[in-house]
């Protein structure tokens, strides 16, 4: 719901965003597959809100890491969690369509998979959420240790990471403190890091709320075309910039 799947033709970049972003995930991914890409300049992490203390097996999105680990060989971030809500069954059932689906993957073509919500949501379900994302944002448990990993496997590889505050609605952002209280340890990463930047289009002029938005926080087809387009002339800008300088 935040880009296009054409963003990637260039095959020299890689974005990381999905459902729930995951930090201990992404990391894991990242670690396995970047090395193996020796082309890839350039790697968009999307950094919600919630992200700083999101651990996605203690909610109901837990079937992300189930997928994770049966396509991708990534091991559970809380083997405790997992034993106890009986992830192996999960894995028994998605097991039998995991071989049909990796049979059918090479027929497939990129589609752009829009995000659509059955029913509007209102003004108060808007609040609770962004109050459940502050209190992911402020968890003293959090999970800037795999932000910090990413961090430093991006230096090793010398790539650029690219760290983007996706846009939301006013009714959603007005219950949010600022973007700098949200994010402070991101902005002081991005201080000390000249190859990572920080792209913050989480209250942005950029946005129109009743054409680019499907709900508060997710935005619509139109809406993800417009921010892939400015996530892209960023990159292409900051190319421009290197290449002057050298």
């Given at each position: 719901?935040?880009g296009?799947?054409?963003f990637?033709?260039?095959?020299?970049?890689?974005?990381?965003?999905?459902d729930?972003e995951d930090?201990?995930?992404?990391?894991?991914?990242?670690?396995?597959?970047?090395?193996?890409?020796?082309n890839?300049?350039?790697?968009?992490?999307?950094?919600g809100?919630f992200?700083?203390?999101?651990?996605?097996?203690?909610?109901?999105?837990?079937?992300?890491?189930?997928?994770?680990?049966?396509?991708?060989?990534?091991?559970?971030?809380?083997?405790?969690?997992?034993?106890?809500?009986?992830?192996?069954?999960?894995e028994?059932?998605y097991?039998?369509?995991?071989?049909?689906?990796?049979?059918?993957?090479?027929?497939?073509?990129?589609v752009?998979?829009?995000?659509?919500?059955e029913?509007?949501?209102?003004t108060?379900?808007?609040?609770?959420?962004?109050?459940g994302h502050?209190?992911?944002?402020?968890?003293?448990?959090?999970?800037?240790?795999?932000?910090r990993?990413i961090?430093n496997?991006?230096n090793k590889?010398?790539?650029?990471?690219?760290?983007?505050?996706?846009?939301?609605k006013?009714?959603?952002?007005?219950?949010l403190?600022?973007?700098?209280?949200?994010?402070?340890?991101?902005?002081?990463?991005?201080?000390?890091?000249?190859?990572?930047?920080?792209?913050?289009?989480l209250v942005?002029?950029?946005?129109?709320?009743?054409?680019?938005?499907e709900?508060?926080?997710?935005?619509?087809?139109k809406?993800?075309?417009?921010l892939?387009?400015?996530?892209?002339e960023?990159?292409r800008?900051?190319q421009?910039?290197?290449?002057?300088?050298?």
């Amino acid at each position: 719901c935040y880009g296009n799947v054409d963003f990637c033709n260039s095959k020299e970049d890689i974005n990381l965003s999905w459902d729930s972003e995951d930090l201990y995930y992404t990391y894991q991914l990242l670690s396995k597959y970047l090395p193996l890409l020796p082309n890839i300049k350039n790697v968009i992490l999307f950094y919600g809100v919630f992200s700083r203390g999101f651990d996605v097996e203690y909610t109901s999105f837990f079937p992300v890491s189930i997928l994770t680990k049966l396509f991708f060989n990534i091991p559970y971030h809380n083997e405790n969690i997992a034993l106890e809500l009986g992830f192996s069954d999960y894995e028994k059932f998605y097991s039998k369509y995991i071989y049909k689906l990796n049979s059918e993957l090479h027929k497939m073509s990129p589609v752009y998979n829009e995000y659509k919500r059955e029913k509007p949501v209102d003004t108060e379900f808007a609040y609770a959420v962004a109050l459940g994302h502050l209190e992911n944002n402020r968890r003293e448990n959090n999970q800037l240790i795999w932000l910090r990993k990413i961090i430093n496997l991006i230096n090793k590889q010398d790539k650029n990471l690219y760290i983007v505050f996706p846009p939301t609605k006013e009714e959603y952002y007005k219950h949010l403190p600022s973007t700098f209280e949200l994010h402070k340890e991101v902005f002081d990463i991005e201080s000390k890091n000249k190859n990572i930047k920080v792209l913050d289009y989480l209250v942005s002029k950029y946005f129109d709320e009743n054409e680019d938005f499907e709900d508060y926080e997710h935005l619509n087809k139109k809406g993800a075309e417009k921010l892939t387009k400015l996530i892209k002339e960023k990159i292409r800008m900051d190319q421009i910039s290197v290449a002057v300088e050298l």
